[in-house]
């Protein structure tokens, strides 16, 4: 796959995805957005890719937020579909039967915080910084912030962060819930492959199934929740690699040999 804002690296199951507009600290314009929907229909579809990964290139900033330059003189109808844009993106990653980590390498600001979110894990450089911006600018987070957020951190730190634009740095972030690690900068990428291999090791249907159920479990009640549950934990077992997995279970042994079916 090539495209003039992404770079994306495949090699080993592991899929490594790097918003590539450094003179703008990888600001997220309508053309970027663009290519990441596309990109990540792509890596559903790659049955080569396991485990996806997305980052910023340089060191100082993973996405520091909307391109600014290009909503400056938007019309609210623009900035609408400017947003639906950000959602039909943001929503396929969040959605990606596959697991996918946010490697946060510097500022996740604006629409950097936002997709950040929409990952199933977030490791986060001792060197970021987090924030939602935008009632500074005039506008509000529109790209999820104003419902991922709250559902990661809770309503009140959520509106705090959103209505004081505070940036805060990675270990806050780990403290409140928005990453769940951090690491030094020189080992970013190398602890979340390493993280992505032991997703790897499991059953990959087992792994998308747990993902709904996680996702689609927090918008509804506790009930519908739980019967949602119960109806993905009985498909689970129709799958050869329940068989699998328990087999080697039961005789001790080490390999497991998962298909994904």
């Given at each position: 796959m090539?495209y ?12 490594l ?9 990888n600001?997220?314009?309508?053309e970027?957005l ?12 790659d ?11 340089g ?18 109808p ?16 969040e ?5 996918t ?22 490791v986060?450089?001792?060197?970021a ?15 999820g912030g ?6 990661l ?13 505070d ?35 499991n ?7 747990a ?5 689609i ?11 949602l ?25 080490k ?5 994904g079916?």
């Amino acid at each position: 796959m090539e495209y003039k804002n992404l770079l994306v690296e495949a090699s080993e199951g592991i899929a490594l995805v790097t918003i590539n507009r450094p003179k703008s600290l990888n600001a997220l314009n309508s053309e970027t957005l663009a290519e990441l929907n596309d990109c990540f229909k792509a890596l559903e579809a790659d049955d080569d890719v396991k485990v996806v990964i997305l980052t910023g290139s340089g060191e100082k900033s993973f996405v520091a937020g909307a391109d600014i330059s290009e909503m400056v003189n938007a019309t609210a109808p623009e900035g609408r579909v400017m947003g639906m844009l950000a959602r039909e993106a943001f929503k396929r990653l969040e959605d990606m039967k596959k697991p996918t980590i946010a490697a946060v390498n510097g500022y996740a600001l604006g629409g950097g915080c936002e997709i950040s979110m929409a990952c199933d894990v977030t490791v986060a450089s001792e060197k970021a910084k987090f924030g939602q911006p935008e009632t500074g600018l005039g506008i509000l987070p529109g790209f999820g912030g104003t419902q991922r957020l709250p559902r990661l951190v809770g309503k009140k730190m959520a509106k705090e962060l959103i209505f004081t634009c505070d940036m805060i740095d990675a270990n806050e972030a780990y403290r409140i819930g928005l990453a769940n690690h951090v690491v030094p900068a020189d080992q970013l990428i190398d602890y979340c492959k390493a993280m992505a291999k032991r997703m790897m090791k499991n059953a990959p249907l087992s792994i998308t199934l747990a993902k709904q159920a996680i996702n689609i479990g927090l918008d509804v009640d506790i009930d519908a929740g739980l019967q949602l549950e119960a109806n993905l934990f009985g498909l689970s077992f129709a799958t050869a690699d329940k068989k699998e997995g328990m087999t080697v279970f039961l005789n001790k042994g080490k390999e497991k040999h998962f298909i994904g079916k």
